[in-house]
């Protein structure tokens, strides 16, 4: 991709994976670089990810940045944020001293990825240089106290520790690469202005005015707000590919994978929740893994600059994230270019999959490419997600299947519902052969795993060896016949029971990653014992499918306490323990992943949720709360729940407002609204819209309660929901 494609408000941004309190200029490579040092430990830094550095609100445009930054006692906290686009306002205060602020340093660094020369005017306390055609200038509303030359960052902080702050040997008006140095004793705190122009003339006057403008207001706080800024700070620049994508978290050093690593789970994640707030970031990370589709079929596992774990994939969950991200956007291109990807890996799972050939899959390693662990049970396991789970512990790796000799019940609910989002899939496209075709093969394997599954014993689904004996230990994916649709009433009850029992998967944060009677479940260590946000959003979608709300709401309100005791502290923790709730109690956590934006999208669902099978849905039921700009299938909108009613509003204007409690779901407003309305309404509810009303119709029933031209009373609903129709004048 060329930076270029990108939008203008996206140039500026954080961009590189390494420098978080960085921002850079995308299309010339300019970078901003903050670096402090602090003379009681004769150390410099520029921030690196880590324990010194806490995410605060990031705009998904970059519009604006906080991060609060640590170092040696000193905190400061820093900003950044765009009066327009092509201008940057970096700005700090110190909110903490660890020393005399004399002996507290910070340069603001500037370079280029072009090689340009920057000059200082010590007259006009402008530092200016162009890159090819673009010019830059940097204002400072305090100046610098010095400004020095270097031949790069690691060269700056080499000076202060060598030589400290009083060090002038490096003064110079003009160079590559550039500090301007201050102290947090003349400046505790500081504004600087870095703008972009045709002309050096322009990139002055904007970055003079930029200094003059009103300070950016924050980002709310709230669900979608967390969501944004977890996504937002993991969005980086991928210099090997040229493209911008969402890493699992950009603490992780990325060195290792030579620069970038795309995991497919959670790349598909990822879409789905910048889907919320931004449709392009959606689709680059669905180009990711589409582009990296192998020759047989399947999707990998991961892909990096050093790897590519072709011979494994994950758990097919791209397909559902694709159909999540049509029905909030209604965009068909989307199922145009992901379509027949997705049928391909649908079919690469039953070729390479079913080892002892009875039609049912295991997960595996083929013979392709040379990726690390092929041929082996632990590359069998990262196909299944969940790397070290016990739920393996009894399997063995079949070396002439080049499969476990282990039925995972999973995997065999997630394929099902992979057929029936494909078929959702084709009928939108008009490809109704194909569609009939996902169908049958997803009523098939949904009749197959209520009856080959389950363990009567013990009253829940397990997985199975090839021996026909159920494997000792259960996890979460033994509730994922629900979300294929494939559990009994009888059997839907007893993993209820399951669900609340707190010796196996109650408690009070959600589902541990093994059941807490498991004697591996006291090893807290990855996917033996600790709570992961992927495990508590698939089993709510299964509650939710079949209509089971007090467990599903009871599920989404844990995971919602689970998150907000960690986001406190501004920490996404990769996974929970599940007695305590901490994130970080044991150093196999990451603290600020990206998947874990799923609790928070849970918690968003308790207004507006964006439901595979029933579409687009309003929730009233709760306290008061506002929730927008958020994307919903007519586009931008604001959420509002106030007095027990809910509305919808776009551009400041009333789409649809209602009092019906406790949901509206099937939601569909064009030329005509359709909505399905729940069971056991009480007459007299209301439906109001902006538009004029034309006629009303209620399960078929022509509706004659019009108050207004704008507003249509409600007739008492029965044992079953019913769909209410209503066209416009």
């Known amino acids: 991709m060329n930076p270029h494609s990108l939008p203008l408000v996206r140039h500026w941004s954080t961009w590189d994976a390494a420098r978080p309190a960085e921002i850079m200029h995308l299309t010339s490579m300019v970078r901003v670089t903050p670096v402090a040092y602090a003379t009681s430990l004769g150390r410099a830094t520029h921030f690196p990810p880590g324990r010194n550095v806490v995410y605060g609100p990031h705009a998904i445009d970059s519009s604006f940045v906080e991060l609060t930054l640590s170092h040696a006692g000193t905190q400061l906290r820093w900003s950044y944020s765009k009066p327009e686009p092509n201008t940057a306002l970096a700005s700090w205060s110190a909110t903490k001293f660890g020393e005399w602020g004399l002996r507290f340093w910070v340069a603001l660094c500037l370079s280029s990825g072009e090689g340009g020369i920057w000059r200082y005017d010590a007259t006009e306390h402008i530092l200016h240089g162009s890159v090819g055609p673009a010019y830059f200038a940097v204002a400072c509303r305090k100046s610098p106290l010095l400004v020095s030359v270097h031949d790069d960052l690691q060269a700056l902080e080499r000076e202060f520790e060598e030589h400290g702050y009083w060090y002038l040997g490096s003064r110079s008006s003009e160079g590559r690469f550039m500090a301007?140095?201050?102290?947090?004793?003349?400046?505790?705190?500081?504004?600087?202005?870095?703008?972009?122009?045709?002309?050096?003339?322009?990139?002055?006057?904007?970055?003079?005015?930029?200094?003059?403008?009103?300070?950016?207001?924050?980002?709310?706080?709230?669900?979608?707000?967390?969501?944004?800024?977890?996504?937002?700070?993991?969005t980086v620049w991928d210099t090997r590919n040229s493209r911008p994508y969402t890493a699992c978290s950009r603490n992780w050093d990325l060195e290792k994978f030579g620069g970038f690593g795309v995991w497919l789970t959670d790349s598909a994640i990822s879409a789905l929740i910048h889907s919320s707030f931004d449709e392009e970031q959606a689709w680059e990370n669905i180009a990711a893994l589409l582009d990296a589709q192998t020759p047989e079929g399947n999707f990998p596992c991961l892909v990096t600059g050093n790897d590519n774990w072709r011979d494994r994939s994950q758990p097919p969950l791209v397909s559902l994230i694709i159909w999540l991200i049509y029905v909030r956007t209604g965009n068909i291109k989307l199922l145009e270019l992901a379509?027949?990807?997705?049928?391909?890996?649908?079919?690469?799972?039953?070729?390479?999959?079913?080892?002892?050939?009875?039609?049912?899959?295991?997960?595996?390693?083929?013979?392709?490419?040379?990726?690390?662990?092929?041929?082996?049970?632990?590359?069998?396991?990262?196909?299944?997600?969940?790397d070290n789970s016990p739920v393996h512990d009894e399997a063995q790796w079949n070396d002439k299947s080049r499969t476990l000799d282990c039925e995972d019940v999973g995997l065999n609910s997630l394929i099902t519902l992979d057929a029936e989002m494909l078929s959702f899939m084709a009928a939108a496209l008009g490809r109704e052969t194909e569609a009939g075709d996902h169908r049958a093969r997803a009523a098939a394997h949904r009749s197959k795993l209520s009856t080959h599954f389950w363990d009567d014993a013990r009253q829940i689904f397990a997985n199975r060896l090839w021996s026909g004996k159920f494997v000792k230990s259960l996890a979460p994916t033994s509730f994922f016949p629900m979300i294929a649709g494939a559990a009994t009433p009888s059997q839907e009850r007893d993993l209820l029971r399951h669900l609340t029992n707190p010796r196996t998967f109650g408690g009070r944060f959600g589902l541990p990653s093994?059941?807490?009677?498991?004697?591996?479940?006291?090893?807290?260590?990855?996917?033996?014992?600790?709570?992961?946000?992927?495990?508590?959003?698939?089993?709510?979608?299964?509650?939710?499918?079949?209509?089971?709300?007090?467990?599903?709401?009871?599920?989404?309100?844990?995971?919602?306490?689970?998150?907000?005791?960690?986001?406190?502290?501004?920490?996404?923790?990769?996974?929970?323990?599940?007695?305590?709730?901490?994130?970080?109690?044991?150093?196999?956590?990451?603290?600020?992943?990206?998947?874990?934006?799923?609790?928070?999208?849970?918690?968003?669902?308790?207004?507006?949720?964006?439901?595979?099978?029933?579409?687009?849905?309003?929730?009233?039921?709760?306290?008061?709360?506002?929730?927008?700009?958020?994307?919903?299938?007519?586009?931008?909108?604001?959420?509002?729940?106030?007095?027990?009613?809910?509305?919808?509003?776009?551009?400041?204007k009333l789409v649809v407002a209602s009092d019906v409690k406790p949901r509206l779901t099937h939601i569909s407003i064009a030329d005509r609204l359709a909505v399905m309305l729940p069971a056991g309404l009480a007459r007299g509810r209301s439906i109001r819209l902006s538009r004029p009303i034309a006629s009303a119709s209620q399960n078929g029933r022509k509706l004659k309660g019009l108050t207004s031209t704008h507003e249509i009373r409600l007739e008492q609903t029965g044992h079953k929901p019913e769909l209410l129709e209503i066209t416009f004048l």
């Open 514 to 652: 093994i059941a807490r009677n498991d004697p591996a479940f006291s090893d807290n260590v990855y996917w033996r014992g600790r709570i992961w946000p992927i495990l508590n959003w698939l089993v709510w979608l299964g509650l939710k499918r079949n209509n089971h709300w007090a467990a599903a709401e009871s599920l989404r309100r844990k995971s919602l306490k689970l998150f907000a005791a960690s986001w406190r502290s501004r920490l996404a923790p990769e996974n929970f323990n599940a007695v305590t709730g901490e994130g970080l109690d044991q150093p196999d956590t990451d603290p600020f992943y990206s998947w874990t934006a799923l609790l928070p999208l849970m918690g968003m669902a308790g207004v507006l949720d964006i439901d595979p099978w029933k579409g687009w849905c309003l929730n009233n039921t709760g306290n008061d709360i506002e929730l927008g700009p958020v994307n919903t299938p007519i586009g931008s909108a604001h959420i509002s729940r106030r007095q027990g009613w809910i509305e919808v509003t776009c551009a400041g």
């Open 339 to 386: 379509y027949d990807p997705l049928k391909r890996n649908h079919a690469w799972w039953w070729r390479n999959r079913d080892g002892n050939a009875n039609g049912v899959l295991e997960y595996g390693s083929s013979a392709a490419g040379e990726g690390l662990y092929m041929g082996t049970k632990l590359a069998a396991k990262n196909e299944s997600l969940m």
């Open 180 to 234: 301007l140095r201050f102290n947090l004793e003349e400046m505790p705190s500081n504004d600087i202005a870095i703008a972009h122009g045709g002309s050096h003339a322009e990139a002055c006057d904007r970055a003079r005015v930029a200094l003059q403008a009103p300070p950016m207001p924050k980002p709310a706080d709230d669900d979608l707000s967390a969501a944004r800024d977890i996504l937002a700070w993991n």
